[in-house]
């Protein structure tokens, strides 16, 4: 095996990094404005950053960015920081300069032209361009909202087929018994909905209130908590009515909790939600 190869590399100290950073910093100084400006770094550093929110964000920024370009601070700036919709004018900087190599070759009629055309990149265009894009926007959502019942579906499914297979474990003699938990199933799934309705219409009205939700999440999790005790302490004691299933019983019940477990780990939500089209209206 070669020296180096699959080999970690020597961890670095935290000066280390900021003194490496300072050198290659220096060196942009030096080729750009000169040893002063170089040997000034500690004294007059300075970055730009730039914040997120979509499209509008970019298109926000790339108008600071050329009129600070138009006075020659863009170029004296040091560090460029970005997130989110920031981060597309911060990556339009750094590809123009890196394939111009100039700063002059920035903020052209096109690149702005193309930035102001897609403000609205949900639905771009105009006339019926724009109908057509607002349409797929709507069956796109819809499909996306399709997809993404698939992961909670497949949790239902498995959960439901171990219900139905202890109920189909027991002997015919619980019948009773059986309609007892029915009932309480029932009234303590009507519980838990109603306590979701009203988490849900204090959310709307107390929009900007965290603390109903926080509040809401714990007492939706002990209610939970106590139905699944609850049922589980009616199966364990009535454990003794149970009795060992066939062969015939157990694999076909097997082999579908199988097939949703496979279905699960390939179910990825970045595949399918709506963020997908989303990313792909900013590209």
């Not at 138009?70 to 920081?81: A, E, M, Q, T, V």
């Not at 087929?161 to 309480?184: C, K, L, N, P, Y």
């Amino acid at each position: 095996m070669c020296p180096g190869i699959h080999q970690n590399p020597k961890p670095m100290r935290y000066d280390e990094i900021i003194n490496k950073e300072d050198a290659r910093l220096k060196e942009r100084r030096r080729k750009m404005f000169g040893d002063e400006s170089a040997e000034k770094l500690k004294d007059n550093r300075f970055g730009i950053a730039l914040s997120g929110g979509g499209i509008r964000s970019a298109t926000i920024n790339l108008g600071l960015l050329k009129t600070l370009n138009r006075f020659g601070i863009l170029k004296k700036s040091d560090y460029l920081s970005t997130v989110s919709g920031g981060g597309y004018t911060g990556s339009y900087i750094q590809a123009t300069l890196k394939n111009e190599g100039s700063y002059d070759a920035l903020f052209r009629d096109e690149h702005i032209d193309y930035m102001r055309s897609r403000g609205e990149y949900l639905f771009p265009g105009t006339g019926l361009r724009k109908l057509w894009n607002q349409f797929v926007l709507i069956v796109s959502y819809l499909t996306s909202l399709l997809m993404s019942f698939v992961s909670p579906l497949i949790i239902i499914l498995f959960l439901t087929g171990i219900w139905m297979f202890i109920d189909e474990s027991f002997d015919s003699d619980t019948t009773a018994v059986g309609e007892d938990i029915s009932w309480f199933i029932k009234y303590g799934g009507l519980t838990v909905l109603g306590i979701l309705a009203v988490h849900y219409f204090l959310n709307v009205l107390f929009n900007f209130d965290l603390d109903v939700s926080s509040w809401f999440s714990k007492a939706e999790t002990a209610v939970v908590g106590v139905v699944l005790v609850i049922i589980a302490w009616f199966y364990f004691s009535n454990i003794h009515r149970m009795e060992v299933p066939g062969l015939d019983t157990i694999i076909p019940y097997l082999g579908f909790g199988l097939l949703l477990a496979i279905l699960g780990f390939f179910t990825n939500p970045n595949s399918t939600s709506f963020h997908r089209f989303y990313r792909k209206q900013l590209s």
